[in-house]
């Protein structure tokens, strides 16, 4: 079984604390980590738990510092987990199962339900909520109904047209613009379960996260086991982790201080910590600057991905600099509504 991922310098210590705890759990399973850089960092190379590495330049794109330049880096990096998934597909053939999972997760169990699914159904995809809320239901129309961070796969034909459906689409429009319907590789998803054969993954233990945290009540056993509604912990995806207070998230939820769920944010910061993480080192992206080192102005990609012909002969936009591109900008961009305000509505009040 491969499990695989997408990450950047910056982020690549909530990478190792994933690959750490899927090796724990499924300890002859492979971790593919594509890392959007231009050079492999050293603490990459040096970390035992990645089995496999490549630079998201060698995963194959046709065009891929011209796809780059025309997104902000979140959206460059979301738009290529359909990508790495070819890949490993590609080049690890002797296996059948592959999952992808955000970096920003962590494995509590081995993934026993996932690969029972997989001899029956070639695509697996986890709802962010499972339970009726008018709230929730009408935000997710705009965030989307499945969450990218999971998805598994059986290699499979019907798995392979929906890996290029979505990653045509992603090629053109993995922009997070809420206005457009569109919320970065996510919202696509929703479309999924029509156009393809997927089996949709309500078991609890799934994707915990605190858009959900509602109605997946977590409790420690006698004999330690984390359950959630039950059922086993599988992973908890701590999205936004360190930009939310995860504590006071909780409070309303669990407002026992000895609740183990403090324990998992507790344990999860430490991992963090041991991995390198720092949260006044911000690390730049190969892809954030111009190979001069001038850093990119947003305009300068708004430019180029709203007036493609202009700059048709560009081969590598990365060679330019601001100035090629906001020589032709007509009207200043508008500040667009981020990932943040969309999914701060979804956690953090008291449900009614």
């Known amino acids: ?11 690549i210590h909530t990478a190792m604390v994933m690959a750490k705890s899927v090796k724990e759990h499924h300890p002859h399973a492979i971790t593919a ?28 794109h046709p065009d891929f510092y011209r796809h780059m330049f ?33 970096t920003d997760t962590k494995v509590y169990g081995p993934f026993h339900e996932v690969i029972t699914l997989l001899d029956q159904s070639p695509i697996v995809l986890t709802p962010h909520i499972t339970h009726p809320s008018v709230k ?7 965030a989307g109904l499945y969450n990218s961070g999971f998805v598994a796969l059986k290699r499979s034909g019907e ?6 459906w979505w990653a045509g689409r992603l090629n053109r429009f993995c922009y997070l613009d809420v206005k457009q319907g569109i919320f970065g590789d996510q919202k696509w998803l ?41 059922q086993p912990l599988r992973f908890y995806h701590f999205s936004r982790f360190g930009k939310m207070d995860y504590q006071k998230i909780h409070k309303n939820i669990y407002p026992d201080p000895s609740h183990p769920i403090y324990h998992l944010i ?8 041991e991995h390198g993480f720092n949260p006044s080192h911000k690390l730049p992206c190969s892809y954030d600057c111009y190979r001069s080192g001038e850093p990119i102005d947003l305009r300068a990609r708004l430019a180029y991905r709203n007036h493609p012909e202009r700059f048709a002969l560009i081969q590598n936009p990365y060679t330019m600099s601001n100035r090629t591109f ?10 667009r509504k981020g990932i943040s305000a969309v999914k701060r509505k979804l956690v953090g009040r008291k449900r009614n």
């Open 190 to 230: 929703d479309h999924a379960p029509v156009f393809f054969d997927v089996h949709i993954l309500k078991h609890p233990g799934y994707n915990v996260a605190v858009w959900n945290s509602y109605y997946r009540r977590i409790h420690r056993t006698n004999n330690g086991k984390i359950l959630v509604n039950g």
């Open 70 to 102: 025309k997104y902000q880096l979140n959206e460059g990096v979301w738009s290529l987990k359909p990508r790495m998934l070819q890949y490993v597909l590609r080049t690890f053939p002797e296996d059948s199962k592959f999952v992808y999972l955000d």
């Open 33 to 60: 980590v594509c890392i959007v850089e231009e050079k492999v960092p050293m603490q990459a190379r040096r970390f035992k738990h990645f089995d496999h590495i490549v630079l998201a330049k060698d995963l194959g």
């Open 159 to 164: 798995s392979n047209r929906f890996l290029h």
């Open 1 to 11: 079984m491969i499990f695989c991922t997408v990450t950047t310098l910056n982020r």
């Open 136 to 142: 929730d239901e009408l935000q997710l129309g705009m």
């Open 326 to 335: 906001l020589g032709h900008e007509e009207n200043p961009p508008r500040k």
């Open 266 to 273: 507790d344990q999860y910061s430490r991992d963090l910590t």
